[in-house]
T-cell receptor, first 111, second 115 residues
Framework: QKEVEQNSGPLSVPEGAIASLNCTYSDRGSQSFFWYRQYSGKSPELIMFIYSNGDKEDGRFTAQLNKASQYVSLLIRDSQPSDSATYLCAVSNQAGTALIFGKGTTLSVSS | GAGVSQSPSNKVTEKGKDVELRCDPISGHTALYWYRQSLGQGLEFLIYFQGNSAPDKSGLPSDRFSAERTGGSVSTLTIQRTQQEDSAVYLC?????????????FGEGSRLTVL
């Protein structure tokens, strides 16, 4: 069974700090990696995707991928209270027919 | 439509009844996925459609669950003889891209409660 593991949290950071969210996956054949944000009672929405080893930056968000370690992370700089949500790591299966989601990490940013 | 549309938004049914959940994807999106999310749990993959065919239905939890897609558009997820453990939010997502290379756009979900 292919798995995606995340710490459930909650991860609490003060406003303006850096939030670091981590994810490990088991399928070495995975090629696509995604971070989704889900507000309480709402559906997930895409924040970032990354396909290659290294860092990818988009505004306050940086995704990091290390395929050798089977590790994906998301850094949120200058965290805002509006960033408070559950962050879902998603990894494609090798066949590319399903995104496997972790259970999510709950982030709380206090003002 | 502008986004993925799901109906009904809420469904309460009695154990043993059949239910149908509908998903209308974004126009032109050939890939369609069904997931379910139980309270405090992550998204559990159910089935993937590319056009009208389902190359991956490995996530369907039992033969009580089935899904179809017609005209490369609307999809229906059917749960027969519902059980209490079927209670969850059923999410549909669509994508322009094949093989998980692009963004999934999710609908607002259908919340199913089995009494």
């Amino acid at each position: 069974q292919k798995e995606v593991e995340q710490n459930s949290g909650p991860l609490s950071v003060p406003e303006g700090a850096i939030a670091s969210l981590n994810c490990t996956y088991s399928d070495r054949g995975s090629q696509s990696f995604f971070w989704y944000r889900q507000y309480s009672g709402k559906s997930p929405e895409l924040i970032m995707f990354i396909y290659s080893n290294g860092d990818k930056e988009d505004g306050r968000f940086t995704a990091q991928l290390n395929k050798a370690s089977q590790y994906v992370s998301l850094l949120i700089r200058d965290s805002q209270p509006s960033d408070s949500a559950t962050y879902l790591c998603a990894v494609s299966n090798q066949a590319g027919t399903a995104l496997i989601f972790g259970k999510g990490t709950t982030l709380s940013v206090s003002s | 439509g502008a986004g993925v549309s799901q109906s009904p938004s809420n469904k309460v049914t009695e154990k043993g009844k059949d239910v149908e959940l509908r998903c209308d994807p974004i126009s032109g999106h050939t890939a369609l996925y069904w997931y379910r999310q139980s309270l405090g749990q992550g998204l559990e993959f159910l089935i993937y459609f590319q056009g009208n065919s389902a190359p991956d239905k490995s996530g369907l939890p039992s033969d009580r669950f089935s899904a179809e897609r017609t005209g490369g558009s609307v999809s229906t997820l059917t749960i027969q003889r519902t059980q209490q453990e079927d209670s969850a939010v059923y999410l549909c997502a669509s994508s322009l891209s094949e093989r998980n290379t692009g963004e999934l756009f999710f609908g607002e979900g259908s919340r199913l409660t089995v009494l």
